[in-house]
């Protein structure tokens, strides 16, 4: 079981930087591989990348490649997306997600199903 716990949102202008965190808790972080997925205002929850249970290999959705940067530290059971360069379409609510524990080291998840456990959102909004 792992408790995910985000934070860093708020409001910047396009252009912008921000850097969102997620904090897990429980014993075993390095188990899962992470990743960030956002749902906009009346829009489906989408994909936006993730990182291999080492850290060692992300993969990021074709939106936002080039413009974030995922990384994680196990010993601190944290992981972090860089965002730059940010656009009004970048405004949605993110959420930090880890999945079901299972998956080899160098995996990088990226559908939904793939991961089981979720946090509660923090909000990002880019105003032009």
């Known amino acids: 079981q792992v408790q995910l716990v985000e934070s860093g949102g708020g409001l910047v202008q396009a252009g912008g930087s921000l850097r969102l965190s997620c904090a897990a808790s429980g014993r075993t972080f390095s188990s899962y591989a992470m990743g960030w997925f956002r749902q906009a205002p009346g829009k489906e929850r989408e994909f936006v990348g993730s990182i291999s249970r080492t850290g060692t290999d992300t993969y990021y959705a074709d939106s936002v490649k080039g413009r974030i940067t995922i990384s994680r530290d196990n010993a601190n059971k944290m992981v972090y997306v860089q965002m730059n360069s940010l656009k009004p379409e970048d405004t949605a609510v993110y959420y930090c997600?880890?999945?079901?524990?299972?998956?080899?080291?160098?995996?990088?998840?990226?559908?939904?199903?793939?991961?089981?456990?979720w946090g509660q959102g923090t909000q990002v909004t880019v105003s032009s």
């Open positions: 997600a880890a999945d079901h524990g299972r998956s080899s080291y160098y995996y990088t998840p990226r559908k939904e199903l793939e991961f089981g456990y």
